[in-house]
Structure formats: C-alpha cells, structure tokens
C-alpha cells in the first residue's frame, strides 16, 4: 500500500490559481504538484538555504519524498480527479443517457474512489438524473461537480449540513465559489487609472484543499545544513502559508494555514500495472511509448508554460512542457519512481527552473496491486 501523509490548507481570503496565460480572469481549483514543489522550492531560499540541495535528489530519480496535487476537501470527505477512462465504470448506456451529467463531475469522494479502484461497476452509483430525485446511494453538491456516495453526507462540514434529510438539495450547495474581482491599476506617467479584473476562488467554511505526501526518505539531510527533509517541508511549508499560495499574493490571495489530517493508504501498483494519477507526470525517455500503450492506458496531456519570477532578474516565460493530467491512467514502467524533474529556464536565465513532473497515484484492480 501506498501511505501518503494528508495536509489540509484552509484559505483565508480566496486564492487564485492561474489557468491560461496572462489572463488574469482564468482561475482554477486546483493546484498541481508542479505548482507547489516550485513554491516550496522558492520559499527555501528565501529561507536562506539553498535550492539547489533541496531539490538535488530529485533531480537524481531519488526523490525524497511525492507530491501529489492538491484537490478540494469538504469537511471531513476528501475528494480526487475525475478519471479519465469512464468506460471502465460505466456501460455504454449509461455514458450516452447520461452524458451530460458525468460532463459535469470534476471531482470524485474517496467513496466513490475506493469503487472505482476495486473496479466496481459504478451504474447503480451515480446520482440521480432529476435534481428533486432521492438516492440512497449516490449524491451531488455544486450542480454535479463533485459526486459522493450518499452515507458521506453527514461528513460534510456544518455549512453544507443544511440539505440533511433532503440529499437532493445538496447538489445546489458550493464548496467554492469563483468570481471574479474589480482591481484599478495607475499608469505611473500619466497617472490615469484603468479597471481590470482578476480571478478568485472562495471556500465555504470547512472547505479547502489537500495534498499528500509519499515518504520515501523522510529522515535524508538536505545538503549539509543539518535538515532533514521532514523538517524542511514543514519549515517551508508554514512560511508559505505566510507568503501565500499561487498569484495575485500582494493583495492577501493564497494565504492560509494548514494541518496535518488523518493518513490516506491507497493500493500501490507492481511494474507493469495500470496507475491512476493523483499528480501530473512527466515520463523519462526510457518510459515511453510503454507508458502510453498499456491495455488501460488513458490519459491527456496539459501544456505547462507561463511567467517565472526571480531575484536575480526580470520576469521570463518559462519553456513550454506538456504533462499527463491528473486523472489519467498510464502503465507503470519498472519499479518507480516514474517521471522526473525537468530544467525548464529561459535562455539566459540566471538560475535554473525546475518543473516537477513525478507521477503519484493508485492502482487499479486487475492491475497488480501489492
């Protein structure tokens, strides 16, 4: 089994995630892996220390420890990325009459997980198709985009509880709410000011977002400095709940405070078996095509690019990487860890930039699992 250490963040005035380039109305919920190993690897150098020891394993294929990406929790029920292969769950009749529907669902409960990775038929689960219709089973917050099973409900935090006793009206309740807000900017040599908007995700109270975390080498010093790598995620980890998460930090977006929540064991796959992903992943040249090809094997890709900022000089765009996403199912190629670490510096960049692409995830059933 796979044991991930769980940290849930809880927000304290909204984040914003950027989603397509420098538009800064684009927002998303989720945060990738990638996202938060650059802002840990930022953050330990403001620290003082330097990044290139804490990230030198990783670089190695020796991580230390996996991230996976962050995902929306509400209450006591975790929630995980749609995956990609529907058809493994659902017969083909479900999938035409109820297309729209599963259009809809982004994020899936550990519930319905748990099913999914025991390779259960998931027909008879999903919730219902009529918004006034009960289920003992299956149920819906946000309009369908998170789908849980029916006896998570009462672990929803009080803010969401006000749909007891009726499940149907809990598809109309909000873990988040995206908005966009009104900001002024000042032209510095004609002082004339102009309105422009930028994205923004708000939680309902008890919400917010998780991550785990696959020890590998917990207790492995971190260059010289007499740290260990436990240490250095929580050290880095509490400060970046200071600076805050994701952009738009200047004006209070990301900030929050975290802890440490109850552990998350998922089966974990022999080589050769299908892995659903839990973070982006790049595969290394020797992973390929095998990573692609198995018989379970369905995915898509993300485009990775954007604005790097530094110390040491002006803002660049980043080199352009493309990832598996979160919800894909690849073949696992020996015995891991799969994807690397990839240097993604403008040309004439001071310093390199690291793009974090290790693949964490689940088997499925079927698949091997240890």
Known sequence: MNNLDVYRLTFLSGVHVGERGVNL????????????????????????????????????????FLLSSLFPYAGDVRFFPLPVPLLRWFTPETLKARRKD???????????????????????????????????RG?????????????????????????????????????????????VTVDRINARSEIYHTGR???????????GV????????VGEMGLTYRDALMQTLTLLGEDGLGGERSVGYGAFTFAQAAALALPAPTPGAPLLLLSRYHPRAE?????????????????????????DGVARRRKRLWLLAEGSVVQTVGVGPWGDVVNVQPDGFPHPVWRYGYALGAALAGGGVA
Request: with cysteine; proline share 7%.
């Open 201 to 211: 995700v708000r939680f309902a109270p008890g919400c917010g977002l998780w991550f």
């Open 25 to 64: 109305e684009e927002h998303s919920v989720q945060v990738s892996a990638g996202t938060l190993f650059a802002a840990l690897t930022a953050v330990f150098r403001r620290m003082g220390h330097d990044p290139a020891a804490f990230a030198a394993p990783f670089l190695q294929q020796a991580p230390p």
């Open 139 to 183: 149920v819906a917050l946000q309009n369908g985009a998170f789908w849980l099973m029916a006896e998570e409900a009462s672990r929803l935090p009080e803010a969401l509880q006000r749909a007891r006793g009726k499940r149907h009206a809990l598809r109309r309740l909000q873990v988040y709410q995206g908005d966009k807000v009104p900001r």
């Open 287 to 311: 992973e390929l095509p095998a990573a692609l090809h198995g018989p379970a094997a369905a995915y898509n890709l993300i485009p990775k690019g954007g604005w790097v900022q530094t110390w």
């Open 214 to 221: 696959a020890w590998r080498a917990p207790e492995d010093g």
């Open 102 to 136: 599963l259009k809809r669902v982004r994020f899936v409960s550990e519930g319905v997980l748990r099913r999914m990775l025991a390779g259960e038929a998931l027909d008879d689960w999903l919730f219902p198709a009529g918004e006034m219709a009960e289920s003992e």
